[in-house]
C-alpha cells in the first residue's frame, strides 16, 4: 500500500488545474483510509457521504468555471474536540457521550471548508486533551504509522497519525503544552502551533483557556502554508483571538534565510534531549547554515520556571473545568488523567496565582530575546516515539515518568506564546522513527518560522516519509 | 509536604471543593500533588516584586503585521 500519489499543495494545484477530480481524491483517501484505520485508530468518526457529496459540488463548480478556493477538494479531518454541526462533540471523553450534538462546525472547520477543503471525518486524542500519547482507554491507541508498536504522540495523536499514514493530507489539532508539536515530532510530519490568540478557538472544547492554541498538520510545508493562511481572520465573536488583522505566509515561503539571525537553543533545551533529538536540531542548524551564520547555545530564559508554571495553570485551569463532572462522573474518565485532573483541581490557590504573575515576567524576557534573534530552533520532543504502555524514560541517566515528561521541550514555548513550525526530521539511534524540531520565532511571526522550515525542506533535510501499512 | 501531610491536605480540599474521593484515590491524587509541589517551589523561588502582576488575559505582543525581519 502506497501512499496517496499527491501531497496537500499538489492536490490543491491539481485540482484547481482540473488535473485531478475532487471527487476522485476523495474516493482515494476513503480507500486508504478504510485499508489502515483497523491498524491505526486515527478515526472515531467520518462522515464519507457528506464527504462525497462535498467534493461533487466541488467539480460542479469547476465545470461551471467558477472560481475555486486555495484548498479546494482537499481532503481533511479534525480533532474530536472541534465541533462538526450534528455530531457530539466528544474531546476524547466517555463523559461527553451524553452531550447534544453540535449547533455548527467550529470556526476553523467553517474557514477550510470556505476554502474548498473536504471534511471527512473527527480523530482520536488524549480525553479532554490532557496527555501527549493517545493512549485512550475509551477509544483505544492511536497507534504510530511508522512503528504499530509506538505511541503516536499527543493530544492530537488521530491528527497526526492520519497524515503520517497517508490517509488525509490535512488535519486540525489543538496544542496547550505541545500537542500539535508532539504528534509531529513522533509521526514526522509538519505541524504549526499558530501564535497565541492568532486563530479563532470558537467550537472547540476548551481545556486550557489561557493556554490552548488550534492549529494544523500537514503532508507538505507549501501546504500548510496554505491552510494556515484559509484558517486566519479576526474573530470578535471570541475573547481568546487576539488577531485583528490577516498575515499569510504562502507568499513568503521562498525568502530565504540570508537576512535572519538563526540561534540554536541551549542549557534546558540540550539538558533535556536525547542524541538523537540534539542530533535533529544539529542536521536542522547545518541545513540553514548553509544560508547564513548560526549561533548555538542561546539561552532561553527560565525555562525550567516556565515548564512549571505551565504544568500549574494547566492542572489547574483543566481541573476546575473539570470539577462539576468530576462530582458526579470521576469514574467515566481517563484512568490515566483523571487523578492529574483532580489534583490540579485540589491545587492551593497560591501557585496558580504565582505562575500568572511569573507569566508576565517571563513574556518580557522572552521578547527581550526575540530583540536579538529572529528564529531559535529546538528539539520538539526529548525522544522518539516510546512504546505504547512505556511508563519511564531515561535522559542522560535520568529516569523521568514518560506521559508528561514527553511536553519537557515544548511546554516553556507554549507558555510564552510564539509561534512554532514543527519540521520532520530523521536523525540516526532511532530505528528508523522521526524527531521534530521546534522552529520558533517572535509573537505574530508566523512567516520567519515558515521562511526556515521552507530552507529545511529544499534541503531536503526535513521531509515527510512515506510508510507501509 | 511529607506524603502524610499531602493526603491530609488532599482530603480536606475534597471535602472544600465537595469532591467525592476514597482512600486509594486520594493516596493516587497526593502523589501527583506532590510532584506539582516541587514545581511550585521552583516558582517560590522565582524573584517577583510586589507590583509583577499576573497576566489576566494573557497577549504575546501587542498584535502587528509582520513587515521584515524583526529590527
Same mark, same amino acid.
Not at chain 1, 485508530?41 to 467520518?46: K, P, R
Not at chain 1, 504509522?145 to 509506538?150: D, V
Not at chain 1, 515561503?253 to 540570508?258: E, Y
Given at each position: 500500500m502506497t501512499l496517496p500519489p499527491l501531497s496537500l499543495a499538489q492536490t490543491a494545484h491539481a485540482v484547481a488545474r482540473g488535473e485531478r477530480r475532487a471527487t476522485d481524491v476523495i474516493e482515494a483517501c476513503i480507500a486508504r483510509i478504510e485499508a489502515t484505520d483497523a491498524r491505526v @485508530? %486515527?478515526?472515531? #468518526?467520518?462522515r464519507f457521504d457528506a464527504a462525497r457529496a462535498q467534493a461533487q459540488r466541488v467539480d460542479a463548480q469547476r465545470a461551471r468555471g467558477e472560481p475555486l478556493g486555495p484548498l479546494a477538494g482537499v481532503p481533511f479531518a479534525v480533532k474530536n474536540l472541534f465541533d462538526i454541526a450534528g455530531e457530539v462533540t466528544l474531546a476524547g471523553s466517555k463523559v461527553n457521550r451524553s452531550h447534544p450534538p453540535a449547533a455548527t462546525d467550529a470556526v476553523l472547520v467553517q474557514r477550510l471548508q470556505a476554502a474548498g477543503a473536504v471534511l471527512v471525518g473527527s480523530l482520536n486524542m488524549d480525553e479532554y486533551a490532557y496527555?501527549?500519547?493517545?493512549? @485512550?482507554?475509551? =477509544?483505544g491507541p492511536t497507534r504510530n504509522?511508522? @512503528?504499530?508498536?509506538?505511541v503516536a504522540g499527543g493530544s492530537s495523536g488521530g491528527s497526526g497519525a492520519a497524515v503520517a499514514a497517508g490517509q488525509v493530507p490535512l488535519t486540525l489539532g489543538s496544542d496547550t503544552n505541545g500537542s500539535i508539536r508532539v504528534p509531529s515530532s513522533f509521526c514526522g510530519i509538519w505541524g504549526l502551533k499558530p501564535t497565541? #490568540?492568532?486563530l479563532s478557538r470558537r467550537g472547540s472544547f476548551p481545556f486550557v483557556h489561557s493556554i490552548d492554541h488550534l492549529g494544523p498538520l500537514a503532508d507538505d510545508l507549501p501546504g500548510l502554508a496554505l491552510a494556515y493562511d484559509a484558517l486566519q481572520g479576526p474573530d470578535p465573536l471570541d475573547p481568546g483571538c487576539l488577531a485583528t488583522g490577516m498575515a499569510p505566509v504562502a507568499q513568503a515561503?521562498?525568502? #530565504?534565510?540570508?537576512d535572519l539571525r538563526i540561534g540554536v537553543l541551549g542549557g534546558y533545551f540540550t539538558e533535556h534531549a536525547t542524541a538523537p533529538a540534539q542530533q535533529a536540531v544539529s542536521l536542522a542548524a547545518d541545513a540553514l547554515g548553509a544560508h547564513t551564520g548560526v549561533h548555538h547555545g542561546v539561552q532561553w530564559p527560565d525555562a525550567a520556571q516556565a515548564r512549571a508554571a505551565a504544568f500549574i495553570v494547566t492542572a489547574s485551569e483543566g481541573g476546575s473545568l473539570h470539577l462539576p463532572a468530576l462530582r458526579e462522573h %470521576? %469514574?467515566? =474518565?481517563e484512568p490515566l488523567s483523571v487523578d492529574r485532573l483532580i489534583s490540579g483541581a485540589l491545587q492551593p490557590a497560591t501557585w496558580y496565582a504565582r505562575a500568572q504573575r511569573f507569566r508576565r515576567v517571563y513574556r518580557d524576557k522572552v521578547n527581550d530575546l526575540f530583540r536579538h534573534w529572529d528564529v531559535l530552533i529546538a528539539p520538539a520532543t526529548p525522544l522518539a516515539a516510546p512504546e505504547i504502555g512505556t511508563e519511564w524514560i531515561d535522559i542522560h541517566g535520568q529516569r523521568f515518568p514518560c506521559r508528561p515528561s514527553i511536553g519537557l521541550l515544548t511546554q516553556p514555548i507554549s507558555f510564552s506564546g510564539c509561534p512554532v513550525v514543527a519540521a520532520p526530521l530523521w536523525p540516526t539511534g532511532t530505528g528508523g522513527l522521526p524527531l521534530g524540531v521546534q522552529i520558533i520565532a517572535a509573537p505574530w511571526r508566523e512567516d520567519l518560522a515558515f521562511r526556515a522550515a521552507q530552507v529545511l525542506a529544499q534541503s531536503g533535510v526535513a521531509h515527510v516519509k512515506e510508510v507501509t501499512l | 509536604m511529607t506524603h502524610d501531610e499531602t493526603l491530609a491536605y488532599v482530603q480536606a480540599a475534597a471535602v472544600a471543593v465537595r469532591l467525592p474521593l476514597d482512600a486509594a484515590q486520594a493516596a493516587r491524587v497526593a502523589l501527583h500533588l506532590q510532584r506539582t509541589a516541587a514545581m511550585a517551589a521552583l516558582l517560590d523561588a522565582f524573584e517577583l516584586a510586589v507590583h509583577d502582576e499576573p497576566a489576566e488575559l494573557f497577549r504575546p505582543a501587542p498584535f502587528e503585521p509582520p513587515r521584515g525581519p524583526t529590527p
Open positions: @485508530n %486515527a478515526f472515531t #468518526g467520518t496527555g501527549f500519547t493517545t493512549e @485512550n482507554t475509551h =477509544y504509522p511508522h @512503528n504499530l508498536r509506538c497565541f #490568540g492568532r515561503l521562498d525568502l #530565504g534565510v540570508k %470521576a %469514574a467515566d =474518565y | -
